[in-house]
């Protein structure tokens, strides 16, 4: 079982950068966390979680949701079992909860956007972009 805690949000001004982290608990070794595709995800009241981006277990592809495309970036670090999400020129509409999400895959799946591909969750962090 690989538990996913998220770090990093808070309020920023539109235009800001802010950094989200995820790190799987002590309990799961960095060789179980490397076999864990990645993926952030985030929600706002009264909506549908959203895709934003996500990243393979050999950390080779990544995607991105269109809205943030060319804005966020993903990464994993293996050694400190964290993905990382850098968001930079932040917009109002980005305002959500973050949640990052792990999957076990084989070395050549694909990524998938879909929720419930995803089985394993953190609890989530508020980013606020001011206007």
């Known amino acids: 079982q690989v538990q996913l805690i998220e770090s990093g949000g808070g309020l920023v001004q539109a235009g800001g950068s802010l950094r989200l982290s995820c790190t799987a608990s002590g309990g799961t070794s960095g060789g179980t966390f490397s076999r864990h595709a990645l993926a952030w995800f985030r929600q706002t009241p009264g909506k549908e979680r959203e895709f934003v981006a996500a990243i393979t277990r050999s950390g080779g592809d990544s995607e991105y949701a269109d809205p943030v495309k060319g804005r966020f970036t993903i990464s994993r670090e293996n050694g400190k079992k964290t993905v990382y999400l850098q968001m930079s020129n932040l917009k109002p509409e980005d305002t959500a909860v973050y949640s990052c999400?792990?999957?076990?895959?084989?070395?050549?799946?694909?990524?998938?956007?879909?929720?419930?591909?995803?089985?394993?969750w953190g609890q989530g962090t508020q980013v606020t972009v001011s206007s």
């Open positions: 999400a792990a999957r076990h895959t084989i070395l050549t799946a694909p990524i998938s956007r879909a929720v419930d591909y995803w089985s394993h």
